[in-house]
């Protein structure tokens, strides 16, 4: 071997060893399909989020008598809570649908409301605008409890004189006993 073939020889192992221990950059992008399936999720969430806002507008109703702060709306998506015989204390049960009705509040914050005690036939006048005004002031202070601004929130009693149901039974007296929540115009 001569020394030029030697040369050329050392040169090419070199050459190959270079080659081999040196392996190329690899550079990392971001995957423009995960920026993608964000984008789309945030979308979609923003879409849900309207569509809940429109479907919330489409469920109320003006009532035909103005509330303590002017118009008041009727809405299904807002649930009336009910009472015992005598009582204003909140129940298990609608303990859970007014955490469903701030959950939603929550959702829309520049929405105010007006919360109505209502009481069955039973007892006086006084007495029973007394006992409205306990029921719609308890709603009130759960809703507040829940995270709700005081201020958005308005009571009213209407006592025994807004029934729902006007017949003089144990079922009617029951499903008067109630505190009804309406939305307030802005």
């Known amino acids: 071997m001569t020394k030029k073939s030697l040369i050329v020889t050392i040169f090419i192992l070199c050459f190959g ?12 992008k971001e995957e423009p399909s995960i920026k993608k399936e964000e984008a789309a999720k945030t979308e979609e969430t923003a879409k849900k989020e309207e569509a809940a806002k429109k479907e919330f507008e489409k469920s109320m109703v003006a009532q035909k008598t103005p509330g303590i702060e002017g118009e008041v709306f009727v809405t299904s998506m807002l649930k009336d809570i009910h009472f015992d015989f005598d009582r204003y204390d909140i129940r298990p049960a609608d303990a859970s649908v007014l955490k469903e009705n701030a959950a939603l509040l ?21 007495y029973n605008l007394a006992l409205g005004e306990r029921r719609a002031t308890s709603a009130k202070n759960y809703l507040v409890s829940l995270g709700i601004a005081p ?15 006007s017949r003089h039974n144990e079922e009617a007296w029951t499903k008067n006993r109630r505190a009804h929540t309406l939305v307030t115009a802005k």
Do not use: F, W
Request: charged share 25%.
């Open 17 to 28: 060893l270079i080659m081999i221990g040196c392996p190329q950059k690899t550079v990392v």
């Open 106 to 126: 929550n959702k829309y914050t520049n929405v105010k409301i007006q919360i109505e005690g209502h009481c069955d036939e039973r007892g006086t006048v006084e």
């Open 151 to 165: 201020a958005r929130i308005s009571t009213i009693s209407y006592g025994k004189e807004k029934p729902l149901d």
